[in-house]
């Protein structure tokens, strides 16, 4: 047959089926969209907008640096093959008509006239009117730009950062605060002091009342001198007075203990590990499981958390003449390849972690002979060393030049062996606490700026010593140690986050009263059945069983009807008691006057006696009164201590 007959009977049948079935624009073709163009003309135009920004750009700048200099030329088409300009105008027309059906994005409005020559050079859809030369993009980050212009402000000023405008105090004890840690994600507190507890503070589970959720004395009769938590804060160190480390898991479970040296022998590199009291203690920064001490024996070691047998490695400070000197404060770099230790003598003296014989830095008189440093700090850039001196000073040190310290700042009182520095998040400035006697003055926080070492900043804490403190970077608060046993805890609401926020927002619980059982269970295994009790299972169903027994429950006993019973009293008026206290002394007469109430019946009584004439009306009719004689005349007269008693 003939292919098109064909063709027309099936439109007639397609044109018949839509007329029945209400069709309209029954068997029309699919419409057909080639993408590569789509894409291709869409790549054209981002490339074009960003050639006509950048011509904006180098006009702007050329028209403000001077007039005379010539606009910059234009960069050239992109490549492609090239149209002559009717076949552009045509295309461009049959883009303008496909649009209609076809339209990807907004419509372009009408070129600028400034622009024409340009536009003619260029493929692709024109620019708006009053374009110049820049983008929506643009535009924000220049407000954002404008608007940032306080806070470049504050970073120039970095006195602004301190986190100080509000604070809250928690109560540890009465004595010195000697310890301060802070888990990495500043979710819990512990404190250690000379009275030998450590607290935990949980600042998500606090309320206003600020009251510690657990306190415990892991080493019993020994003062806490440091306490740090490991890098993953699922472990405690606690260095105290003696001579062994513990490790507490966050709760405060033991985890391990160092073991204890032979103190007789004279070598502290072959013994298991410290003789004497610890002085302090720290954790390393990126190992989770090594941690260090260092002791009165006259040597720094490492330890393993999983070998609690014996020691890791050994560091032994010496003087410059070679003989032992008693570390005080070690501490590692951010790195954790250097450790570094501040001895009595004054030295500060670096090792590097994986060569324990000599020092790879020794500063001799980094402080003054016989004063014992308290701490050490490595600043987060890890190129500054800053240090706490007995001799009241603080020093920053570079340790690529360790001869001299780069800045000293002096008069700062310290009374204690652990008083604290540290620098704060963005490395610019150092803090410490200083000491006051008691009834003195008030114990400060300093801060100085790194960079000049001025005081650019103080705050006055309390009326006692001030002997840890803490800036945590991730929270952006300050925790305090005192003399007076508070730790205080300094926070801005709009500069830090979480921590001591989330604690003063919650309102104080009210106590509840547990009830207890009423009777202990006595367990009696050898009973007959018949005298055995039965076991409680549940203390729920115990007490609710005891409340509905009287005499468990102490229920009060009825009122008595009836007569009366067991020694008790029924009701008023039931008995003849009752009776007659509600009929005869409880009568309303009025008796104000008793003489009259008395002769009222003194008639009745002289003509029909009844209670004394008939008793002596046979013996004496007559009745004789008593008359008085001289004798009791001159008796009368008598003094009465003379008078004879009867």
């Known amino acids: 047959m003939d292919p098109n007959k064909i063709e027309e009977d099936t439109m007639d049948n397609d044109g018949e089926m839509a007329s029945v079935m209400g069709f309209s624009g029954f068997g029309k073709k699919a419409r057909t969209f080639d993408l590569d163009a789509i894409f291709e003309t869409t790549r054209r135009t981002a490339i074009e907008r960003s050639q006509h920004v950048l011509e904006g750009r180098q006009k702007e700048d050329g028209a403000s640096s001077s007039q005379s200099k010539k606009p910059v030329a234009h960069l050239k088409k992109p490549a492609g093959p090239a149209k002559p300009k009717k076949q552009q105008s045509k295309s461009s027309s049959d883009s303008d008509s496909d649009s209609d059906s076809e339209l990807i994005g907004p419509p ?51 006195v602004k950062k301190i986190p100080d405008t509000h604070e809250i105090t928690m109560q540890h004890g009465a004595k010195t605060v000697s310890a301060l840690a802070l888990d990495p994600s500043g979710a819990r507190l512990v404190t250690g002091g000379f009275d030998y507890d450590v ?97 009165n024996d006259g040597t ?63 500063c001799k008189q980094a402080h003054t002979p016989g004063s014992d440093p308290s701490c050490l700090a490595f600043s987060y850039d890890g190129t500054t060393l800053a240090s706490r001196g007995g001799d009241d000073t603080l020093k920053t040190w570079d340790i690529r030049n360790f001869k001299k310290p780069l800045n000293v700042a002096t008069g700062l009182t310290t009374y204690f062996t652990m008083t604290d520095c540290c620098f704060s998040p963005d490395d610019k400035l150092v803090l410490t606490g200083t ?17 000049t070492f001025q005081k650019v900043y103080e705050v006055e804490v309390t009326n006692a010593s001030v002997v840890r403190c803490l800036w945590h970077p991730k929270l952006n ?100 008691s009752s009776f007659i206290v509600k009929n005869i002394a409880l009568d309303k007469t009025d008796d104000s006057n008793p003489r009259e109430a008395i002769l009222r019946h003194a008639k009745e009584a002289s003509e029909n006696p009844y209670w004394v004439a008939p008793a002596y009306s046979k013996t004496q009719p007559e009745t004789l009164f008593h008359e008085d004689s001289e004798e009791d005349e001159e008796a009368d007269k008598e003094p009465e201590w003379k008078k004879r008693k009867i």
């Open 435 to 451: 000491s006051v006697k008691k009834n003195e003055g008030n114990g400060k926080l300093v801060f100085f700026d790194r960079a």
């Open 477 to 576: 608060q300050i925790m305090v140690g005192t003399a007076n046993g508070l730790a205080k805890v300094y926070y801005d609401p709009l500069k830090s986050h979480r921590g001591a926020k989330l604690c003063v927002v919650k309102s104080q619980r009210k106590e509840r009263h547990a009830e207890t059982l009423t009777q202990d269970y006595i367990i009696t295994p050898h009973a007959l059945p018949m005298f055995r009790e039965a076991r409680q299972r549940s203390t729920r169903k115990q007490l609710e069983k005891d409340r509905l027994d009287p005499m468990k429950s102490n229920k009060p006993e009825p009122p008595v009807s009836g007569p009366g019973r067991g020694g008790r009293v029924a009701a008023h008026g039931g008995t003849l």
């Open 108 to 158: 372009v409005p009408p070129p600028q006239e400034e622009d024409q020559e340009d536009d003619e050079e260029m493929v692709g859809p024109p620019l708006p009117p009053g374009y110049t030369g820049s983008t929506a993009q643009e535009d924000e980050d220049d407000d954002d730009d404008d608007d940032d212009e306080p806070g470049e402000d504050e970073d120039d000023n970095p």
């Open 199 to 295: 607290r935990f503070w949980d600042f998500a589970g606090m309320d206003t009342s600020l009251q510690a959720f657990r306190s415990l004395q892991p080493c019993e009769c020994h003062s806490i001198k440091t306490l740090q938590y490991s890098i993953t804060g699922d472990m405690l160190l606690v260095v105290s007075g003696n001579a062994q480390a513990k490790i507490l898991d966050r709760d405060g479970f033991n985890v391990m203990e160092c073991p204890k040296g032979d103190q007789y022998i004279v070598d502290m590199v072959n013994t298991k590990g410290h003789t004497a009291m610890l002085n302090s203690g720290c954790w390393h920064p990126k190992i989770k499981e090594e941690f260090m001490t260092c002791s």
């Open 300 to 362: 720094v070691r490492t330890w393993d958390v999983n070998n609690d047998k014996k020691h890791k490695s050994v560091f032994k400070p010496r003087t410059f003449q070679g003989k032992k000197v008693t570390p005080t404060c070690c501490a590692y770099s951010r790195d954790g390849k250097l450790i570094a230790a501040g001895c009595q003598d004054g030295s500060i003296q670096i090792w590097d972690r994986n060569l324990s014989v000599h020092t790879k830095f020794h």
